[in-house]
């Protein structure tokens, strides 16, 4: 049988995304003051320890394992307490290896993406108050004047921030980052903070290399209600509004709106965007109850027939992966790269089926005349999961990872992706190889749920 393929357009781009405190090891000036705080937070108090030792050196076969995958770009964070572990003050040897991984990936034909901001942050700023002070904002300008100066030559796509409302959420209103607070109007200044250091940033990078692209990691969740009834709908649309709408709204019209606070303009927010990184994993269906504050008074009742997920993390859910572009597209009409998406699963059971699924997705987009530029999967490897740490159920690797030994074994669903990425597509072979079940779905024209007009 002749065989079908979504095929991407030419130069599309395919990779991994990582970050610094996920891999490098000893990173012990940011964000192991909180796992040495042994609050319990984080899962069985662990630590990242050396990580999967890219600071040791593993970067190199690392970097070799994304080539044997066929990847043309990764994303990786420049870690700030290393370079910087002092105000103004540099560490010339972090420097030099940093530049040494950069050029490494050169090397290998695979293009980076540069994340400056990847939750983590030194102590020392931590020390000056974080993000909810405003002269971190300086703080920033100097973090990205450094990082320029450095390393601009050779860096050609920028992600200023990953996740900042995640970031904000965590540190400022749930309390499962440094520095713990619970308090929604810290997490309302911290989000200002984060769009006005964006600005910034994009004006210092754009100055220096009018031709570098900047945007920033923006994760969207689908937030929707199980019973359209008026108590489920007031928290869903909370969600909404602060956790996907306002930073996105902001960045469109320059004009800063949350429930419950004065309005903030940001003019010089408007045009600091050449491209949005979409990061997208799950759906929550919500209910209403009056017990859940850490999670927008929602209680998540995953569809039946979704696969199992492990606790918190809402349902597994690629199929909205063309809604969640398509809306995005239409707020920002910016070029998208879908700057993360994956599945925890440690038996490697669901990955095959998710990268399927979601890669048949951004195909859809791509074939709306949506600009989506390329893909990194979350992650190459299984590493540090923030406060799961080394949690089993949280496992995202497209290579397994021997904690131990630090070996690394390649996973079915990191062949398939591989032969996605060297296909530049995915075919009718692929999928009765790797996902036999979806056969039928994505070569026999089955319309998929995601078809469904929703907005998220
Ligand atoms: C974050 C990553 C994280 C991943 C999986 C994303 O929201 O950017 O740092 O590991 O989700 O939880």
Same mark, same amino acid.
């Given at each position: ?22 891999? @490098? ?27 999967? #030792? ?20 990764? &994303? ?46 030194? =102590?020392?700023?931590? #020390? ?84 570098? @692209?900047?945007?920033? %990691? ?21 969600? &909404? ?19 419950? &606070? ?7 927010? $408007? ?20 017990? %859940? ?5 929602? $209680? ?11 606790? =918190? ?29 994956? $599945? ?6 669901? &990955? ?105």
């Amino acid at each position: 049988m002749a065989d079908a393929l979504y095929r991407f357009p030419e130069g599309f781009l395919w990779g991994t995304a990582t970050a610094a405190h996920h891999v @490098e090891g000893n990173c012990n000036n940011s964000w192991s003051h909180w796992e040495n705080l042994e609050n319990g937070i984080i899962y069985q108090n662990q630590k990242h320890g050396i990580a999967v #030792d890219w600071w040791g050196g593993r970067w190199r076969e690392d970097f070799d394992r994304m080539h044997y995958l066929g990847h043309n770009t990764h &994303r990786l964070s420049i870690e700030w307490s290393r370079v910087e572990p002092q105000p103004g003050v540099i560490d010339e040897a972090a420097v030099r290896q940093y530049r040494e991984m950069l050029e490494g990936l050169h090397e290998r034909g695979i293009r980076p993406m540069v994340t400056l901001h990847h939750f983590t942050n030194p =102590m020392w700023l931590e #020390d000056e108050g974080g993000w909810v002070v405003p002269s971190v904002v300086d703080r920033f300008q100097r973090w990205t004047e450094i990082v320029v100066e450095h390393f601009g030559d050779i860096i050609d796509l920028w992600c200023t921030f990953n996740e900042p409302m995640v970031y904000a959420v965590q540190a400022y209103l749930v309390g499962f980052f440094y520095p713990g607070k619970r308090n929604p109007w810290k997490m309302y200044q911290a989000a200002e903070m984060l769009l006005r250091a964006h600005a910034v940033a994009y004006q210092v990078i754009k100055e220096k290399y009018p031709q570098a @692209e900047v945007g920033l %990691a923006k994760h969207i969740v689908i937030f929707d209600t199980i019973w359209p009834h008026f108590i489920n709908r007031g928290p869903v649309w909370l969600a &909404r509004r602060i956790f996907n709408q306002a930073f996105l709204d902001a960045l469109a019209t320059g004009e800063l709106r949350l429930p419950l &606070r004065k309005r903030v303009m940001l003019p010089d927010i $408007t045009n600091t965007l050449d491209y949005i990184g979409l990061n997208y994993y799950q759906r929550y269906r919500g209910g209403f109850s009056p017990t %859940a504050p850490k999670t927008f008074f929602l $209680t998540q009742t995953p569809d039946p027939e979704s696969p199992p997920s492990p606790p =918190m993390w809402g349902e597994i859910y690629p199929q909205g992966t063309f809604e969640v572009i398509k809306n995005m597209w239409q707020k920002l009409r910016k070029p998208i790269y879908i700057t993360e998406t994956g $599945t925890p699963d440690f038996g490697d059971d669901v &990955r095959r089926w998710y990268i399927a699924m979601a890669v048949r997705e951004i195909w859809r987009a791509v074939n709306f005349n949506i600009p989506v530029k390329g893909i990194y999967y979350w992650t190459l490897m299984d590493n540090f999961e923030w406060i799961a740490a080394y949690n089993p159920q949280f496992r995202f690797g497209l290579y397994a990872t021997d904690f131990e030994t630090q070996a690394r074994t390649i996973r079915r669903s990191g062949e398939l992706y591989r032969a996605i990425s060297l296909a530049n597509g995915l075919s009718s072979e692929m999928v009765r190889e790797y996902v036999p079940e979806l056969t039928e779905r994505l070569f026999q024209g089955e319309p998929g749920q995601s078809e469904v007009n929703r907005s998220s």
